[in-house]
């Protein structure tokens, strides 16, 4: 069974650098034939991919959004992270990490629980 | 940048059928995945590749697409159905709809 976790501060000060991470359990990262992701929900809003990451460190980010994200991955420990720097209270969301199939549909079948990260001095 | 398009909300009597619609420029040359979250819980895969089932979703939810317009069809919906539905995409990147928020009454 394909599990998910994030963690991660749920509180930072406005300015500052979030740092989420997403552990995986029950497959591995470096297997391939899957990308890892991050999409967050903003309270009562629809889903926003964030950025997608490969095993191999091949990366791709929604230019819709702010450049301010990175996406990483450190196969040792079978876990991919997200940063965020200088975060304002619109970065205020819930983050998931997904797991992404690498094919036709590129859908996630595989998410996390969420992270609520609230952005607040 | 692609978007697509779904009714904010819809209802629906128990029992009968509720139709979900998706739409987007060309949308029928893409594969459409749609995806369930009820509240306070994480989106569930629901449909993949149009109209594929993961294993362990009903039957009673079914996928199509064509043309501009992606279709989630629940049969006999049931009040544990009500929730929000996505539909998604890939694009030059991951796409999103807004959601539709089903209500089952």
């Known amino acids: 069974q394909v599990q998910l976790q994030e963690s991660g501060p749920g509180l930072v000060k406005p300015s500052q650098t979030l740092s989420l991470t997403c552990t995986v359990s029950?497959?591995?990262?470096?297997?391939?034939?899957?990308?890892w992701s991050w999409i967050r929900q903003h309270p009562t809003k629809g889903l926003d991919w964030i950025a997608r990451?490969?095993?191999?460190?091949?990366?791709s980010y929604n230019p819709s959004l702010a450049s301010r994200f990175i996406i990483s991955v450190d196969t040792s420990k079978n876990q991919f992270s997200l940063t965020l720097r200088s975060v304002t209270a619109a970065d205020t969301a819930v983050y998931y990490c997904?797991?992404?199939?690498?094919?036709?549909?590129?859908?996630?079948?595989?998410w996390g629980q969420g992270a609520l990260v609230t952005v607040s001095s | 940048s692609y978007e697509l398009t779904q009714p904010p909300s819809m209802s629906v009597s128990p029992g009968q059928t509720a139709r979900i619609t998706c739409s987007g420029d060309?949308?029928?040359?893409?594969?459409v995945g749609w995806y369930q979250q009820k509240p306070g819980q994480s989106p569930v895969l629901i449909i993949y590749?149009?109209?594929k089932r993961p294993s362990g979703i009903p039957e009673r939810f079914s996928g199509s697409n064509s043309g501009n317009t992606a279709t989630l069809t629940i049969s006999e919906t049931q009040a544990i159905d009500e929730a929000d539905y996505f539909c998604?995409?890939?694009?030059?990147?991951?796409?999103f709809g807004g959601g539709t928020k089903l209500t089952v009454l």
């Open positions: 590749e149009d109209s």
């Open positions: 029950g497959d591995s990262i470096r297997r391939g034939g899957y990308y």
């Open positions: 998604q995409t890939w694009d030059t990147f991951v796409v």
């Open positions: 997904a797991r992404q199939w690498d094919g036709s549909g590129n859908y996630f079948d595989y």
């Open positions: 060309e949308l029928g040359e893409k594969f």
């Open positions: 990451i490969y095993y191999s460190g091949t990366t």
